[in-house]
């Protein structure tokens, strides 16, 4: 605790671009550390951004066993969409649904169709991965995925499947990811979706982190936690509209929204002020 003072000291006598600097750079190592603890796993995942197109494998050695499969589920003159239905069911049915940070630590990564496969658990952007794989290895090469800012879903044959959305952030052309800007009612939808997903204690540490730094260099601890208090207590009260928004799938616009902006925003301008002004 001693160095931990004595370093505390040391960074409120620097010049105010060494303070910023340094703070914004160890705020942005907490914060990947937080919510990407797997560096193996973020780099795979930044390859994965910039080629989409790697992850649809269709060469992996379970792949035959998995259309052998699918097949026994279809009857003899099997139209187009029973084909759609029973891919679709299949991926459903063998990959259990698990949120990324649950199964990979990591908030967001996409594994490539044979990971998903073997690993048995994933969440939207897994199976859509999985099941794009399958249609492309029975023919359907023109099959490609689609995202809005909480699902991944695929379209196919001129359909959309796996729980298609109106807004699309995300379309595929020519292997290639065109990013589209969302309204400002699908960017709150998302943030009230992931709000209510989210490990609590990740997104905690995040905000008392950042109300410290912001705070930093006063010592007055009796002020610094109760603007903790206030944020955390506008942070609960968000977590109520999200998870009252997300059991109506309808985004609306309550008191708990307003109370929780109004106590969550204001304790870092108030730790900012009192680090400038009060000196205390």
């Not at 459903?92 to 630590?105: A, G």
């Not at 023919?139 to 699902?151: K, S």
């Not at 307003?258 to 205390?280: C, H, N, Q």
Request: hydrophobic share 50%; glycine share 4%.
């Amino acid at each position: 605790m001693k160095r931990i003072a004595a370093f505390w000291q040391w960074l409120a006598l620097r010049p105010v671009f060494f303070r910023l600097t340094f703070k914004v750079f160890f705020f942005g190592l907490v914060f990947l550390f937080v919510t990407f603890p797997n560096p193996v796993l973020s780099l795979k995942q930044l390859f994965a951004y910039r080629d989409i197109e790697a992850l649809f494998v269709t060469d992996f050695p379970e792949l035959p066993a998995i259309n052998a499969r699918i097949d026994s589920l279809l009857p003899p003159d099997y139209t187009f969409q029973q084909e759609y239905q029973a891919i679709v069911h299949f991926v459903y049915e063998n990959i259990r649904y698990q949120y990324d940070w649950d199964n990979w630590l990591n908030s967001e990564y996409w594994p490539a169709a044979d990971e998903v496969w073997r690993r048995g658990r994933e969440d939207c952007d897994g199976r859509a991965i999985l099941a794009v794989a399958i249609f492309r290895s029975r023919g359907y090469a023109e099959t490609t995925v689609v995202g809005g800012l909480t699902h991944l879903w695929i379209t196919v044959g001129g359909q959309e499947l796996m729980g298609a959305q109106k807004e699309k952030t995300m379309v595929m052309q020519d292997g290639r990811k065109k990013m589209r800007v969302p309204p400002l009612a699908s960017i709150l939808e998302a943030a009230a979706a992931q709000l209510d997903g989210y490990p609590i204690f990740r997104m905690v540490v995040i905000l008392l982190f950042l109300l410290l730094l912001a705070y930093h260099p006063a010592k007055n601890i009796k002020l610094l936690l109760g603007l903790c208090l206030a944020a955390v207590i506008g942070f609960v009260l968000l977590l109520d509209w999200a998870s009252y928004v997300n059991f109506y799938e309808k985004l609306t616009c309550n008191i708990n929204l307003v109370l929780g902006l109004v106590l969550l925003i204001p304790p870092y301008i108030l730790a900012m002020l009192a680090r400038r002004f009060l000196k205390t």
